[in-house]
Nanobody, 127 residues
Framework: QVQLVDSGGGSVQSGGSLRLSCVAS????????MAWFRQAAGKKREGLAA???????NIADSVKGRFTISQDKAKNTLYLQMNSLKPEDTAMYFC?????????????????????WGQGTQVTVSS
């Protein structure tokens, strides 16, 4: 079955950087989209960045210019490089994936489009 294991969170000071990782297993489809989401306490889950099987990306305006999504297919690993972190970036971060039924590539930042989720990794940014 599909499994996602995310890691790399921690506590950093404002202006610092972190790189999150998400190791995927249990699928070989090339019609996937993988994405990063976050959820702060008392807030809705927010889509941050998505990447498809051919490397197209979509970055949310709220993090554009600071966050970068990438993947290493040889390692089945998704990354989120986060720079210039701010206290408002404090949240639980999740990776997610799902597949296009009819093939082709797709990108989404809508959590409702994803059926497979990592367990989450906490990011705390102090001022």
């Amino acid at each position: 079955q599909v499994q996602l294991v995310d890691s790399g969170g921690g506590s950093v000071q404002s202006g610092g950087s972190l790189r999150l990782s998400c190791v995927a297993s249990g699928f070989s489809s090339s019609n996937y989209c993988m994405a990063w989401f976050r959820q702060a306490a008392g807030k809705k889950r927010e889509g941050l960045a998505a990447i498809d099987s051919v490397g197209n990306t979509n970055i949310a305006d709220s993090v554009k210019g600071r966050f970068t999504i990438s993947q290493d297919k040889a390692k089945n690993t998704l990354y989120l490089q986060m720079n210039s972190l701010k206290p408002e970036d404090t949240a639980m971060y999740f990776c997610a994936t799902d597949f296009a039924e009819l093939g082709g590539t797709w990108l989404s930042l809508d959590s409702g489009d994803f059926g497979y989720w990592g367990q989450g990794t906490q990011v705390t940014v102090s001022s």
